[in-house]
């Protein structure tokens, strides 16, 4: 009997110091949970997926949080009791040791601090009979003896949302100095309310509610996270999870880096993938690099500081950057000068604005104003600002000015200089770097042997001219074209420019050769000046305002693979959209296989196989490489265009992006794509994603193998079938070995027995439903181990 007592002592004491019928779920009126037990979980929803207790956030600092349960290492909080402060970067923490939350009396939940004061409280009374209960929704309620909820923290959200839980008018995200709210005009938006300045970033601030593609004629005020992965707001704005779907553990959390985001649990590895976002450029959040920082893609997404400026903290960017002089309103003006940064700006807090004045008269008003500190100047229209106040500094190649720092005489230049490099590093999607806290990206003072440094760069330095210069003597001297130096070192350095609309008109004789046209806009011939011939493509469902368009166009420009069709440079004036391509010989596939010239230049096998594979390789390269995800949206022969030596390039990829309407999501406000091509979840309205091209290469893979438009309907055997049926009729020539009944009969036996097998069944594992459907990186696989061109020949007959 004694032994039974002390083995349910013992059981009691593992449990946490909690009273009611079940401590692991309830907490009733008059009990507490000491600091001391913050190794315990308190509370635990029913199903396991959320945990509530005492979180450690330091050494002796803890905070009463809710997370979820998961094995990783570190908890994912989403939601805090104890109140924000943008100062400490966090929620005020209580001390370890004395610290408790107790359940009182009259039914008020009590965060007390170790000297006994009240941290936080949930400010109900009800009375005897009140329990606490965290609830599968990870909702913590309070409610009376009658289940009547009296509180819950699904009303007072921190800088997370949960599936379920609304976002309304009265409630807010907050991480930093960065929320999330409904403003006055029933807009969803993102604001910087820093110590200095308050300034809105999302939507865009330079267009209104309409532009931005939202609704202000609302009076809900409500944004709300479903379980299928579809965060939706009463405005119009709506992010789609690209892993959408039920059973999957999802959140919408503002991150310490101003942008907010919708994230998936993988259940594989145990991580939070990000599924969607609301900023794609990130050198749009306000605040991002502090007072005076600026953010720049040059080199990678990372802040710097100004010439003659260094960071206030090294292990904090929201701090920004410091002045290293001076600044005396009794100072002369010939003691300063001016540094160039080109393509900066400090967006907003102008001193003055000017139009049409030369740069010589907006360098002089900043020169003449004891509080100005830099000035923008905008070509063309010769739009001057001067700043007093610098803040949301940015960098971005294509900006059409430049901004220039006052800083004293004395400044050395040649001990300052920005990265003229503009390449994109491809690696795997997703694999961007998030702006998080500030010592993820802060700089490390390591004691450096500068004059090692300098020699090195000055030897690189005269490697890379000689290099230019060889470059350049080369290229000028075969083609007979006498150039400066200057204008040698551009078209041997810029691969991708900006052309001015004038340009592409006299480029392309006033649009006079049409190539081709589809949904996006239509293609004319063009020659440069260069005598480079060029396709310029004249967008007309292009609805971004121009700098989002050139951060767009810019990062698609700067995708490179051999089965895409290369972009040169873009014109964005006024709502004149254009992009200029690389010129293909050989026009498109449709032709080849459909058209004229399928009489002419019939396809045979091995270039049939090469351009299935070419094809698969750049989808595989937008899907799974490159850091901006590219879904293509309409796959087809048309846009599979053909090289003098047949090798495949995709054409049009990216202007799905360009369509879309400031949306992150894969969302699009109509079907895109070509009827017969497009996959079943266009038509069902399902969220979008690579899958999509996956199905539309499956139709494109059997019209190569077969030679007819399997996408439009077929005769088979003098009856016209539609393109399902055909499918269920090849799967039955397939499963007969007969693959000769399927393959286009102009090439008369002469194909490859193997690689037709192969290609018939990637056809058809494309277009089962989406989940069954392979990637594009497992299609190139199963292509590649059946390439054996180095020992076949095309008129092997089998």
């Known amino acids: 009997m004694a032994a039974l007592l002390y083995l349910a002592l013992l059981l009691l004491l593992t449990f946490p110091v909690c009273s009611g019928a079940s401590p692991w779920q309830t907490m009733t009126t008059g009990s507490h949970i000491r600091g001391e037990d913050h190794d315990k979980v308190i509370l635990l929803s029913p199903d396991a997926t959320f945990s509530c207790g005492f979180h450690e956030v330091g050494t002796n600092a803890l905070t009463f949080s809710i997370w979820y349960t998961t094995h990783a290492a570190e908890r994912t909080v989403v939601w805090t009791a104890n109140p924000y402060s943008a100062e400490r970067g966090g929620y005020s923490p209580v001390n370890k040791y004395g610290s408790r939350v107790s359940l009182n009396r009259d039914g008020n939940l009590i965060l007390t601090d170790t000297n006994g004061s009240m941290v936080w409280e949930s400010k109900t009374s009800s009375g005897k009979h009140t329990t606490v209960t965290l609830l599968n929704s990870g909702n913590l309620v309070i409610s009376d003896s009658s289940n009547k909820i009296m509180w819950q923290s699904f009303d007072s959200p921190t800088d997370t949302l949960l599936p379920g839980q609304n976002l309304t008018k009265d409630t807010r995200l907050v991480?930093?100095?960065?929320?999330?709210?409904?403003?006055?005009?029933?807009?969803?938006?993102?604001?910087?309310?820093?110590?200095?300045?308050?300034?809105?970033?999302?939507?865009?601030?330079?267009?209104?509610?309409?532009?931005?593609?939202?609704?202000?004629?609302?009076?809900?005020?409500?944004?709300?996270?479903?379980?299928?992965?579809?965060?939706?707001s009463s405005d119009g704005f709506k992010i789609e999870a690209s892993d959408s779907g039920p059973g999957i553990k999802r959140r919408i959390t503002i991150d310490y880096d101003g942008n907010f985001r919708m994230y998936s649990l993988n259940a594989s590895t145990g991580k939070w993938d990000i599924t969607g976002q609301a900023v794609i450029q990130m050198c749009y959040v306000h605040g991002l690099c502090g007072k005076n920082g600026l953010c720049d893609y040059l080199g990678g997404l990372r802040c710097r500081c100004p010439p003659d400026y260094e960071m206030v903290d090294p292990t904090n960017w929201n701090k920004g950057c410091k002045p290293m002089f001076l600044t005396d309103g009794n100072q002369a003006r010939e003691e300063f000068t001016f540094i160039e940064q080109p393509h900066a700006d400090y967006y907003g807090f102008d001193l003055s604005s000017n139009k049409s004045i030369p740069f010589e008269a907006c360098r002089n008003i900043c020169w003449n104003s004891s509080t100005c500190l830099s000035f923008t100047y905008k070509g063309g229209d010769g739009w001057c600002?001067?700043?007093?106040?610098?803040?949301?500094?940015?960098?971005?190649?294509?900006?059409?000015?430049?901004?220039?720092?006052?800083?004293?005489?004395?400044?050395?230049?040649?001990?300052?200089?920005?990265?003229?490099?503009?390449?994109?590093?491809?690696?795997?999607?997703?694999?961007?770097?998030?702006?998080?806290?500030?010592?993820?990206?802060?700089?490390?003072?390591?004691?450096?042997?500068?004059?090692?440094?300098?020699?090195?760069?000055?030897?690189?330095?005269?490697?890379?001219?000689?290099?230019?210069?060889?470059?350049?003597?080369?290229?000028?001297?075969?083609?007979?074209?006498?150039?400066?130096?200057?204008?040698?070192?551009?078209?041997?350095?810029?691969?991708?420019?900006?052309?001015?609309?004038?340009e592409l008109r006299e480029a392309t004789g006033k649009f006079k050769e049409e190539l081709g046209r589809g949904g996006a806009g239509i293609v004319y011939r063009g020659v440069l000046e260069d005598k480079k011939i060029v396709a310029v493509k004249k967008l007309t469902d292009v609805r971004q305002g121009e700098e989002e368009f050139w951060a767009e166009v810019t990062l698609i420009g700067r995708i490179n693979h051999i089965n895409l069709v290369r972009m040169w440079g873009f014109c964005s004036e006024g709502t004149k959209r254009l992009l200029v391509y690389e010129y293909v010989e050989n026009e498109s596939l449709d032709k080849y296989l459909f058209g004229e010239r399928s009489t002419e230049s019939l396809l045979g096998w091995s270039q049939r196989y090469k351009i299935a594979l070419g094809t698969a390789r750049g989808l595989a390269y937008l899907h799974h490489e490159c850091l901006e995800w590219v879904v293509h949206c309409d796959v087809k022969p048309e846009n599979i265009l053909l090289t003098r030596d047949f090798e495949a390039k995709i054409a049009d990829f990216g202007l799905a992006k360009l369509a879309k309407q400031g949306s992150t999501s894969f969302n699009f406000t109509h079907m895109r794509g070509t009827m017969g091509y497009m996959a079943p979840e266009w038509a069902l309205n399902m969220p979008i994603n690579a899958k999509v091209d996956v199905y539309s290469y499956g139709v494109v893979l059997l019209e190569i193998v077969t030679g007819i438009r399997a996408s439009s309907g077929i005769m088979l055997d003098e009856r016209q079938i539609d393109f399902l049926e055909f499918v269920q009729e090849a799967k039955q020539i397939l499963s007969t070995g007969n693959v000769s009944d399927i393959v286009d009969d102009r090439l008369h036996g002469h194909f490859h027995t193997e690689q037709a097998i192969a290609m018939v069944k990637i056809a058809f594992s494309c277009l089962e439903e989406r989940r069954k459907r392979p990637t594009m990186d497992e299609i190139v696989k199963v292509l590649m181990s059946c390439d054996d061109e180095d020992d076949y020949h095309p008129a092997y007959s089998y």
């Not at 820093?194 to 939507?203: A, F, L, N, Q, R």
């Not at 720092?405 to 590093?425: D, E, G, H």
């Not at 998030?434 to 490390?444: E, F, H, I, Q, V």
């Open 175 to 232: 991480s930093g100095y960065h929320h999330l709210y409904f403003d006055n005009d029933n807009v969803l938006r993102m604001l910087y309310d820093g110590p200095e300045i308050t300034s809105i970033y999302w939507p865009s601030p330079d267009y209104d509610a309409q532009k931005n593609g939202r609704n202000r004629f609302n009076s809900t005020r409500i944004a709300v996270l479903d379980d299928m992965g579809n965060f939706t």
């Open 385 to 502: 600002y001067t700043k007093d106040l610098l803040y949301n500094g940015q960098v971005f190649p294509y900006f059409p000015g430049d901004n220039y720092m006052k800083v004293p005489m004395s400044f050395n230049t040649s001990t300052y200089s920005i990265s003229k490099q503009k390449t994109l590093t491809c690696g795997p999607a997703g694999s961007e770097n998030m702006l998080g806290p500030a010592s993820m990206y802060g700089t490390k003072k390591d004691n450096i042997n500068w004059t090692y440094f300098y020699v090195f760069a000055a030897i690189l330095g005269a490697l890379e001219l000689l290099v230019i210069v060889t470059g350049w003597y080369l290229f000028f001297k075969k083609h007979n074209i006498p150039k400066s130096m200057e204008d040698g070192y551009k078209l041997v350095t810029n691969q991708f420019r900006r052309f001015t609309y004038r």
